[in-house]
């Protein structure tokens, strides 16, 4: 097969690195969000969005 690439294989750790990243992210921008107001929804907002926007950068790059 010509054209095809090889991923190399990654451990544990490479694996589940981003989504405990991103489930530390969600739970701060929660807990920011339910405690205060004005720059805390500011950053509860960003971190509320964060995995949205890696989702669709990571869709627009496949397509």
């Avoid at 095809?4 to 750790?13: D, E, M, T, Y």
């Avoid at 500011?42 to 971190?47: C, E, F, G, P």
Wanted: hydrophobic residues 60%; proline residues 5%; without cysteine.
């Amino acid at each position: 097969m010509t054209g095809s690439r090889r991923i190399a294989p990654r451990g544990a750790l490479g694996v589940l690195a981003m989504p405990a990243v991103l489930l530390v992210a969600s739970l701060i921008g929660l807990i920011l969000g339910l405690t205060g107001d004005g720059w805390r929804d500011v950053a509860a907002s960003l971190l509320l969005a964060l995995p949205v926007l890696l989702f669709l950068r990571s869709w627009l790059r496949r397509s």
